[in-house]
């Protein structure tokens, strides 16, 4: 049986598995009612909102190798989730460390940060509402971003 905080942790995990499957236009379905935002002191600055944008704005960011991946893995954890499930919304908090391994650089963290995120359940089904990232720690970024 799912509960409705399951169910919300799944996007969470279906996020990372996404991008890192290099299925992108999977990950910007999971936006279809929401948006990806900068996480920032005076509150969430919009990068892309709906699935078609933000499917093209990680196209546009995220650089895929020969066998369609971004040759990473994302992790989630230090995940809290709380749910209104009479309202039909839920907020969470997670961490995030990204590893990555390409030919020529070895396995390593290259950025760490938080994601804040906020969801509503539409026909039944929970959506993420807001995914607002912020990066605490980086390394090399130079194979895994365009910019």
Do not use: K
């Not at 078609?52 to 954890?77: C, K, M, N, Q, W």
């Not at 912020?134 to 910019?147: A, F, I, K, N």
């Amino acid at each position: 049986m799912s509960t409705p905080e399951r169910a919300v942790e799944r996007l969470l995990f279906r996020y990372a598995d996404a991008i890192d499957a290099g299925d992108l236009t999977a990950l910007g379905a999971l936006f279809a009612h929401g948006r990806i935002a900068q996480h920032t002191p005076d509150g969430p600055i919009t990068l892309a909102e709906g699935a078609p944008a933000v499917e093209a704005f990680y196209r546009s960011l995220v650089i895929l190798y020969d066998d369609g991946t971004p040759r990473t893995r994302h992790l989630t954890t230090n995940v809290s989730i709380d749910v209104d499930d009479a309202a039909g919304t839920a907020t969470g908090t997670a961490s995030y460390t990204v590893m990555q391994a390409t030919e020529g650089f070895a396995l390593q963290p290259i950025i760490v940060g938080r994601y804040r995120d906020d969801f509503h359940r539409v026909e039944g089904e929970w959506w993420f509402g807001t995914r607002a990232m912020s990066v605490d720690l980086t390394g090399d970024l130079s194979r895994h971003l365009r910019r």
